[in-house]
C-alpha cells in the first residue's frame, strides 16, 4: 500500500555542505525505487533510481543507498547548491510496471 | 525530443463543471500513469493505462472522474460535477513497456482550481 515515508519534513543545509534525505518504506516486494526531485510549480524530475539487487548507486553528486533489512532508503548530494532546494520525493514500485508510490516528501532548503 | 505534456497548465473551474485535463505521452511511450497530488503531500496514484486500455484504475475515485488513452490522440482524465476537494495538481507520466530500471517521465502537470 502508500506507506513510503520520509523522517524529516524539512531540511536545511550550508551551501557546499552534503546532504542526506532519508526515506521508509513499507513494502517488501517493492523492486524498484526512484528519487525525484519537485520544483516548485514544476513535475517531478528523476534524479537517480536503484533495484532491489543493489545496495548503493552513485550518479553524478548524488548517492542512493538502500537497506532492505529496515526498508530504508537515503538520498546523498554531495556539495549541496543553491540549484539543488526543492522537494525530494522517494518512490517505491511493488509491481512490474511503473505504480509508483510515493512520501509525502522532504523540502530541501540550501542557504547561501 | 518532446518530454510529457500536459495542458492546460492551469484550469480553473467552477462547482459543477467538468474538466477534462490531456497529456501527451513522450514519442513512442504507449503506458500513460495519471498522479494527483494535493499542495505539501506527495504524489498518489490515480490510473494507469495503455493504448485503449485501462491496466489499473485503484486510485481512482469510483464516481465522477474517468481516464482513457485513445488508439490516437493525447490521454484524457476527465472529472465531472467538479468539488472543491477536487482541487489539486494532476501529473502524468509516461514510460515505455516496464521492465528494469523503467522510470516514468513526468510533465508539468495541470494544477485545477475549483471555485
Known amino acids: 500500500g502508500e506507506s513510503v515515508g520520509l523522517h524529516l519534513p524539512t531540511l536545511s543545509v550550508q551551501e557546499g555542505d552534503n546532504s542526506i534525505i532519508n526515506c521508509a518504506y513499507s513494502n517488501s516486494a517493492s523492486d524498484y525505487f526512484i528519487w525525484y526531485k519537485q520544483e516548485s510549480g514544476k513535475g517531478p524530475q528523476f534524479i537517480i533510481d536503484i533495484r532491489s539487487n543493489m545496495d548503493k548507486r552513485q550518479g553524478q553528486r548524488v548517492t542512493v543507498l538502500l537497506n532492505k533489512t529496515v526498508k530504508h532508503l537515503s538520498l546523498q548530494i554531495a556539495a549541496t547548491q543553491p540549484g539543488d532546494s526543492a522537494v525530494y520525493f522517494c518512490?517505491?514500485?511493488?509491481?512490474?510496471?511503473?505504480?509508483?508510490?510515493f512520501g509525502s516528501g522532504t523540502k530541501l532548503n540550501v542557504k547561501p | 525530443n518532446a518530454g510529457v505534456m500536459q495542458n492546460p497548465r492551469h484550469l480553473v473551474r467552477r462547482r459543477g463543471q467538468e474538466a477534462r485535463l490531456r497529456c501527451s505521452p513522450v514519442k513512442g511511450h504507449s503506458h500513460v500513469y495519471w498522479y494527483r497530488q494535493l499542495p505539501e503531500e506527495g504524489l498518489k496514484f490515480m490510473v494507469y493505462l495503455q493504448k485503449e486500455n485501462i491496466i489499473d484504475e485503484s486510485g481512482m475515485p469510483k464516481e465522477r472522474f474517468s481516464a482513457e488513452f485513445p488508439k490516437e490522440g493525447p490521454s484524457i482524465l476527465r472529472i465531472q460535477q467538479v468539488v472543491r476537494g477536487d482541487s489539486a495538481a494532476y501529473f502524468c507520466a509516461s514510460s515505455p513497456p516496464a521492465g528494469w530500471n523503467t522510470e516514468a517521465f513526468f510533465g508539468q502537470g495541470t494544477r485545477l482550481t475549483v471555485v
Open positions: 518512490a517505491e514500485r511493488p509491481g512490474n510496471f511503473n505504480k509508483f508510490y
